[in-house]
């Protein structure tokens, strides 16, 4: 946070208050004890970048260009905190390999699939990737 407050840099400052804020208001939810492991910051930095990614698609949507460029500047930000994103075929070979797993043959059992594929691939894809993919796949 200094260094990018020395350097003036509102974009990532803005992010870190958020990312700090989050840290604080986890770490003093009940049965918390102050203290917070690596899954549940994970968890709240996920929650962080779905919201920008909504946020961003709304502004959009409405063209304010404005308010969609400090969305992506957060991302950008909050995204060197989280794991390597997987791309889009290591997602849907993740997701085949499942498939052949779980012996799921139609899109009716997609459900057994994502409950699978959600757990697996938790941090590493979105939700929103993995269930397109898996609605690809059994559809064909």
Do not use: C, H
Not at 78 to 94: H, S, V, Y
């Amino acid at each position: 946070m200094k260094d990018a407050m020395k350097a003036k840099n509102e974009a990532v400052l803005r992010s870190l208050r958020a990312i700090k804020a989050e840290i604080i208001k986890a770490k003093t939810d009940p049965g918390a004890g102050g203290v917070i492991d690596e899954a549940t910051e994970q968890k709240f930095l996920q929650k962080m970048m779905k919201q920008r990614r909504d946020s961003l698609e709304i502004f959009e949507k409405q063209g304010r260009a404005d308010l969609a460029v400090k969305e992506k500047e957060e991302m950008t930000v909050i995204e060197r905190f989280l794991p390597k994103q997987m791309g889009l075929d290591e997602i849907r070979a993740a997701v085949t390999k499942i498939i052949g797993e779980t012996g799921v043959a139609s899109a009716a059992d997609m459900g057994k699939v994502m409950g699978v594929a959600s757990k697996r691939l938790a941090g590493l894809a979105d939700g929103k990737t993995i269930s397109a993919i898996v609605k690809e796949l059994l559809i064909k």
